[in-house]
């Protein structure tokens, strides 16, 4: 099992699962639809994976406390 978990002012904490990456992508993907739209496919799958410069923005400003990465639960 995956997970991954998205931190924004513009609501609470919310914790994603998925059996695999792939899973999770599509769960994470229903969310950003709706709440954040300006995140392309490719970006998605870079945070699951843990891209330097999602990293960097996981860990400070407004999104401080989001999963700077997939991890397994």
């Given at each position: 099992?995956r997970?991954?978990?998205?931190?924004?002012?513009?609501?609470?904490?919310?914790?994603?699962?998925?059996?695999?990456?792939?899973?999770?992508?599509?769960?994470?993907?229903?969310?950003t639809?709706?709440?954040h739209?300006?995140?392309?496919?490719s970006?998605?799958?870079e945070?699951?994976?843990?891209?330097?410069?999602w990293?960097?923005?996981?860990?400070?400003?407004?999104?401080?406390?989001?999963?700077?990465?997939?991890?397994?639960?």
């Amino acid at each position: 099992m995956r997970g991954f978990h998205c931190v924004d002012p513009s609501h609470d904490r919310i914790e994603f699962t998925g059996a695999d990456d792939d899973e999770l992508f599509r769960d994470i993907k229903a969310h950003t639809t709706q709440a954040h739209p300006q995140l392309t496919d490719s970006q998605i799958r870079e945070m699951i994976a843990g891209a330097a410069w999602w990293k960097e923005v996981a860990t400070a400003g407004v999104n401080a406390g989001s999963s700077p990465s997939a991890y397994d639960r």
